[in-house]
């Protein structure tokens, strides 16, 4: 229900300003076209909106925004955020509607898995980022794979990792995702509900390679269906962490944030990679097409204000997760976390499976996962 | 309500007369056909609301999705259907949903009919108001609600399973399963069919019932023979309610059915939602409202007219 | 049948039985939720886990809830203006006339049920989006009362079918002109089935979500949707207690009616 009293943890109203001049004094040095924009920015700002429509996840995803991205933004122009909780997957139906029919979008920033956030690009209702100031700073990772330009942008790395309810494994952390077939966990096994972040990761646990992705994924169905046999739950984010509470499940691939997030509310959870590797993804912020121009220049700039530094710092430490800015702290917990990757050899043991192809044949794997799962 | 009152000619009457005077004035020819029409139309005209969304689908449902560009694809094709008799997941939730609606449906006329029967014949008022308060509260909290209430009770720690493992039971899964799915439902559902039996019952006679008992018929019988043929028309217009709502329902199995227990409304939803497959999604939706209406249209046809207040008059 | 069950008393012990489960199942979720949302902890648990008004001063201080219950208010009141005399004449014209194609008729009315939820809520997204009217509150109450229309026709067309024809006929004899025969014969015997349909309409317009969903967006958007968002996101003792408000809010429609009509009218056919 968003409504969070917890103090300003996020980028102080000094970062905010700070970053954004910093990026205009480079912009001004390059001589690009970011110049304009950030001059503009000091001399004759578009009237600014009472408030701007940030689409969200709920939980520990919501509050994480809150407090890194969305509390400084208010501080730093005065625009009131209100974060919108409808689904990520629904919400992309309604703006390609809205874009196709001329109407105005029903949000201003659009948080999105970066598959997705491309499927919206592919379809061309993304505004144009390239001109925000603080994309020269970022990590590669940050730029969006299989698109020209920047009609979205990557915003963390995160892990679909392997949790675990600790007291079901007094022996230390399970050393494969093959412990989900173990008959003792009947009916204790959790997966998002389209197998989302699992099916790479099967096709490894399954015996197969991860080069014969999209090609040959035999292996992971076959890993999906004996998978079936254990009755696993299915769900979305916010179930994991209440599954780990009400005592329901004993394992789960799930992303980091969530595992975290139970282990924070103090149930015993913990979370591995295991030898077979685990998918690693990206997020991403865009803004649609048809909103009134000076909404648009403010919801690009909450983008922009997502992105640098302080912000990043602020929101991806809140979430556990690594952030596009290089040199960011990791939160005390996760330093050195294979499930916290940093470095080329931290991503080298994960699997990562490119945006392009998700984008073609994730559908595929929804309907193959849902159609073992529902059988 | 205008009522004739003490003054002479009262606002109320000169609005009835002018009224009268309207209709007079537009007497139609052929009243027997326009009266009922005009009493239609607006009905007619909200349900024209559905249909009109709905024939926008049906276009949708002839493309298939161009996954190179997210848009359908230019050319008109059955690939959607196509893909729907192929797929098996399909068959699978239709048919899921159609088990449901019958199992639902027998369960709910089964609960809901004593129930409507005690409320209507019980000379207690206060016994009255209490059931029929029990029949409103439940209603207010909402579908959603109320489908996590159970997952409170029945989940591994909840209050059924504190008790089974107090008494040194194993705890029972009893969450996340088809049956539970069911049970929500004919919960859900319980209400609606009550409200829809109870003025069947009313217009029942007691006396009726009481000839029957006289010439030596025991209460089960009477209550066979002579109760629920009367109450038929209530009972129909409930089972088909329960029915089609069970058929097309969609959170009770989100959230009851831990994932693995779809009903057709889910895959459209994933179909709309998930894979941003419009085409398809549409072409669900078109197949299992052409299910759900034939079937409906059957039930009317074996039923016959005076069920549901057609032909109320010739029904008597 | 043993003589036990055929005798009275057994009429007596299975139809308590049958009332008694009914009862324990629909209250059952009510109670928990209520239970709930006194509780001092962070997660929804029954028993709750010590007692606290805490939920409740933040469901009070949330400005977005109260802002949702408002508009979720409006939304039940256009559904029930504009499905109330929609569903009663045609009800009435159903059970009073013999209708060409009636069968047909009947199943294209019944439609709003037959068509699966979520999909007469993309269809209605995508027609009010190009005919424009898409981002407005009352296009949702115009939803409600199409989605839930069979529901008012039917709770009508049961008083109807108990209507006595001979009535209107021995009024019309007398010579009351027909608006008047309908005013004061025909309405005031259907009058239970209209107040039935009426509360019906609120209570499922106040309540739907699906639809809602689909048509509303976060700068008009309605409790059930703010509160199905929610709950999707985390499930948080604040929403048992935004529930008990909707308990509170039937309890007191549940009082007006009793205090201005009588409940017992549900239940009188003539």
């Not at chain 2, 209400?191 to 008992?213: D, H």
């Not at chain 3, 509170?248 to 017992?264: H, N, P, Y």
Request: hydrophobic share 50%.
């Amino acid at each position: 229900m968003s409504m969070h009293d917890d103090e300003i943890q996020g980028a102080s109203r000094r970062q905010v300003l700070k970053s954004g001049m910093i990026a205009a004094a480079g912009a001004a040095l390059a001589g690009t076209p970011a110049m304009l924009i950030g001059r503009r920015a000091f001399a004759a700002e578009p009237a600014k909106p009472a408030e701007i429509i940030v689409r969200a996840w709920g939980g520990v995803w919501v509050d994480a925004l809150d407090q890194g991205v969305s509390q400084s933004f208010t501080e730093a122009t005065g625009i009131r955020v209100r974060h919108d909780l409808t689904e990520d997957n629904e919400i992309q139906p309604k703006i390609w509607a809205a874009v196709a029919q001329n109407r105005v979008p029903p949000i201003h920033v659009n948080w999105d898995t970066s598959t997705n956030a491309t499927k919206s690009a592919l379809r061309g209702v993304t505004l144009d980022l390239s001109d925000l100031s603080n994309l020269s700073q970022l990590l590669p990772v940050a730029r969006p794979k299989g698109l020209e330009g920047w009609p979205i942008v990557n915003t963390y790395s995160y892990v679909y990792v392997l949790a675990y309810r600790t007291e079901a494994f007094p022996d230390g952390a399970p050393k494969s995702w093959n412990v989900m077939l173990e008959p003792r966990f009947k009916g204790r096994v959790a997966l998002y509900n389209d197998g989302i972040g699992f099916h790479p990761s099967a096709q490894v646990a399954g015996g197969g390679k991860v080069s014969d992705i999209p090609g040959n994924m035999a292996p992971a169905w076959e890993f999906i269906r004996k998978l079936k046999a254990q009755q696993p739950l299915l769900g979305e984010d916010p179930d994991f962490t209440n599954w780990f509470q009400q005592g329901e499940i004993d394992v789960a691939c799930t992303i980091i944030s969530n595992a975290r997030e139970a282990k924070q509310n103090g149930i015993p959870v913990a979370w591995t990679v295991p030898q077979e590797g685990a998918k690693v993804d990206t997020d991403a912020l865009w803004v649609p097409k048809g909103l009134p121009e000076n909404e648009a220049y403010w919801a690009k700039q909450y983008v922009n204000h997502a992105i640098s530094k302080g912000a990043q710092q602020a929101w991806t430490e809140k979430l556990g997760l690594p952030g596009v800015q290089p040199g960011l702290t990791p939160p005390a917990d996760l330093a050195g976390d294979p499930a916290y990757p940093t470095t080329d050899e931290d991503f080298a043991r994960l699997i990562s499976v490119p945006t392009p192809v998700l984008v073609e044949h994730e559908r595929d794997w929804f309907q193959t996962f849902k159609e073992i799962m529902q059988g | 309500m205008p009522r004739p009152s003490r003054t002479a000619y009262p606002l109320s009457w000169r609005l009835l007369d002018a009224a009268e005077a309207v209709v007079g004035a537009m007497r139609p020819k052929r009243p027997e056909i326009v009266v009922p029409a005009l009493f239609l139309a607006p009905a007619i005209l909200l349900v024209a609301v559905l249909v009109w969304g709905l024939a926008g689908m049906v276009g949708d449902s002839l493309h298939v999705l161009d996954t190179a560009t997210f848009l359908p694809a230019a050319e008109a094709s059955l690939g959607n259907y196509a893909q729907l008799a192929d797929r098996p997941i399909y068959a699978t939730v239709i048919r899921r949903s159609l088990v449901a609606g019958v199992i639902v449906t027998a369960a709910t006329l089964l609960l809901a009919f004593p129930y409507a029967y005690v409320m209507v014949r019980t000379s207690s008022s206060g016994l009255r108001r209490l059931l029929l308060i029990g029949l409103f509260l439940p209603f207010f909290i909402g579908q959603v609600v109320r489908a996590y209430g159970w997952l409170i009770i029945l989940g591994n720690k909840g209050i059924v399973n504190a008790a089974i493992t107090a008494l040194g039971f194993e705890p029972l899964k009893l969450i996340y399963t088809y049956e539970t799915i069911l049970f929500g439902l004919v919960q859900y559902m319980l209400p609606f069919a009550v409200l829809l039996i109870a003025p069947a019952i009313t217009a029942i006679s007691e006396e009726m019932e009481m000839a029957a008992a006289s010439l030596g018929a025991n209460w089960w019988r009477g209550f066979t023979t002579v109760v629920l043929p009367l109450a038929r028309p209530g009972l129909i217009a409930a089972g088909v309610v329960v029915f089609t709502l069970t058929l097309t329902d969609f959170a009770i199995p989100n959230i009851l059915g831990g994932g693995t227990n779809d009903f057709a409304a889910n895959a459209i939803y994933d179909a709309f939602f998930r894979i941003s497959d419009a085409g398809l999604g549409a072409a669900l939706a078109l197949v299992l409202t052409f299910i759900g209406s034939t079937i409906v249209g059957v039930i009317l046809a074996i039923a016959g007219a005076g069920t549901l207040g057609l032909g109320g008059r010739a029904g008597k | 049948m043993s003589a036990a069950s055929t005798s009275p008393r057994g009429k007596r012990l299975v139809l308590w039985a049958v009332v008694g489960f009914d009862l324990l199942i629909l209250a059952l979720p009510t109670l928990i939720v209520l239970g709930a949302s006194f509780t001092a902890g962070n997660i929804v648990t029954f028993p709750p886990d010590g007692l606290s008004l805490q939920w409740y001063e933040k469901v009070v201080g949330a400005y977005e809830l109260r802002q949702a219950f408002w508009r979720s208010l409006w939304v039940a009141v256009v559904c029930t203006l504009i499905s109330l005399p929609a569903g009663t004449l045609a009800a009435i014209a159903l059970a009073r006339w013999r209708i060409a194609f009636g069968r047909s008729l009947q199943v294209y009315l019944l439609l709003p049920f037959t068509v699966p939820l979520i999909a007469s809520g993309i269809g209605m997204m995508l027609l009010f989006g190009r005919i424009g009217i898409l981002g407005q509150l009352w296009p949702v109450g115009l939803a409600c009362a199409v989605i839930n229309l069979p529901f008012m026709i039917w709770a009508v067309g049961a008083s109807v079918n108990g209507l006595d024809p001979d009535l209107e006929n021995a009024a019309a004899n007398c010579g009351a002109p027909p608006v008047q025969t309908f005013l004061t014969v025909t309405l005031p015997a259907v009058m239970p089935g209209v107040i039935t349909g009426a509360l019906l309409m609120f209570v499922l317009a106040f309540n739907e979500f699906l639809v809602s969903l689909l048509l509303v967006d976060a700068r008009i958007v309605t409790l059930p949707v703010l509160i199905y968002n929610s709950i999707r996101s985390v499930i948080t003792p604040d929403l048992a207690a935004v529930s008990v408000v909707y308990i509170v809010v039937a309890a007191l429609a549940i009082r007006a009616l009793d205090r201005l009509v009588g409940l017992d009218l549900f239940l009188r056919s003539k």
